[in-house]
């Protein structure tokens, strides 16, 4: 195993800012039934917790009010999509409706879903490919890992290397040679060692931002370049933005304002914010707060600076309840990252644009029985974006090359 962080996890990333205590910059939750991630915790003995609480939400110039405690997409918006021959972007998709007064709420919680929860900008999203993900149920049920991912990814790296398997981290692949039954990796350590290693085969986990990217001077080389087929498909794997900043404070001093008022809340949107949603991890009840914008949003602010995303997501949290000072004085530390920048990311996570098409089979199908590829770009069954995906698609990654 061969991975260019010093850590095992990827775009999975605990963070504890504050010695004990941890928060995901990455991934966070389970998403839809997810039985392989599921699967896995309980062989480590993990538990995982349901996303409880209430919802609260504010709208322009409003106060916070309690919500519908649903979360999650409304795919009967996307009936009458089946009456159309040929895809369409999802804002094209949705024009449709814009004279249907009643329509007008729907219509801005699916752009707002679309592009907080996938990441994705409706301009140039598939219409059909978000509606089949929405119809699979991935967002009907959310839980997160108990303590983080890291308990888990920490037994993963435990049980592999007991079985044999060798790790070599802040290690960057920079060539990749191959013919029919036959690869040569060429990469660099931390101390700027050359190494090459021989097999049979090769399991290319990179993300869809990285493949992108291939034969780049600053990425890596495939030596033949990808078949046409994967690099069409990659023309149509979009990976969105996202800001996630992550607070800590003093106390959970929300929950005494207004005479406890919002001690149960655990997510609150505001309308017509840069970031759109905060949330703490109920029932953990930990001082943690994460503050998350998602596509288009989230690209414009990656233009700020690290200290004015954490300003501006600490102010944010205050303001929603009109005590940006306590807010202030109760803080701690914030963390945030760029995956956009992050050279072995470029990017948050996968999404298809317009003619996509069945993309993510033919991205994630094997080479000559040399080639084979897994990661969340390549999962079906509507988990594209989701750390049971990309389990998933490394479990079918495996079992092809037992095949072969």
């Given at each position: ?399 092809e090359i037992d095949l072969a």
């Open positions: 195993m061969i991975e260019a962080r010093d850590r095992a996890g990827g775009r999975v990333w605990p963070f504890a800012a504050v010695p004990g205590s941890w928060a995901e910059l990455g991934a966070e939750f389970i998403h839809g039934s997810a039985p392989l991630a599921y699967e896995l915790l309980r062989e480590a003995n993990l538990g995982w917790d349901p996303t409880e609480g209430e919802r609260w939400g504010r709208t322009p110039g409003g106060t916070l009010q309690r919500e519908d405690d649903s979360f999650g997409a409304d795919p009967s918006l996307f009936d009458a999509l089946r009456d159309l021959s040929d895809d369409v972007s999802m804002s094209e998709y949705l024009g449709r409706f814009h004279g249907d007064p009643q329509m007008r709420s729907r219509v801005e919680s699916a752009i707002a879903f679309a592009e907080g929860f996938d990441a994705a900008d409706p301009r140039i999203a598939s219409a059909r490919a978000i509606a089949a993900e929405w119809s699979s149920g991935v967002d009907d049920r959310s839980t997160r890992p108990r303590g983080t991912y890291r308990p888990l990814f920490d037994f993963l790296l435990d049980t592999c290397t007991k079985n044999g398997a060798r790790f070599h981290f802040s290690t960057v692949v920079e060539r990749i040679a191959w013919s029919a039954g036959r690869v040569e990796i060429e990469s660099k350590d931390a101390r700027g060692a050359l190494r090459t290693i021989r097999a049979r085969a090769c399991v290319v986990t990179l993300p869809a931002g990285v493949l992108r990217h291939a034969g780049d001077a600053t990425a890596i080389a495939f030596d033949p370049p990808l078949p046409a087929d994967k690099r069409r498909a990659l023309e149509h794997v979009e990976t969105g933005d996202v800001v996630k900043v992550a607070l800590w404070f003093r106390s959970r001093f929300w929950e005494h304002i207004e005479n406890g008022r919002y001690r149960d809340a655990a997510f609150f949107s505001t309308a017509g914010e840069p970031l759109a949603v905060y949330w703490n991890a109920i029932p953990r009840r930990d001082a943690i707060v994460c503050a998350w914008s998602g596509g288009p949003p989230a690209t414009a602010l990656l233009r700020l600076s690290r200290d004015a995303l954490v300003d501006l997501a600490v102010r944010g949290f205050g303001a929603l309840f009109g005590e940006e000072r306590l807010a202030r004085e109760e803080f701690v530390t914030g963390a945030v990252h760029d995956w956009r920048a992050d050279p072995f990311a470029r990017g948050a996570y996968s999404y298809l644009t317009v003619g996509a098409g069945d993309a993510r089979a033919v991205l994630g199908a094997p080479v000559e029985g040399t080639l084979f590829f897994a990661g969340e770009a390549t999962a079906l069954d509507g988990e594209g974006g989701t750390v049971n995906g990309a389990l998933r698609s490394g479990d079918r990654a495996a079992r």
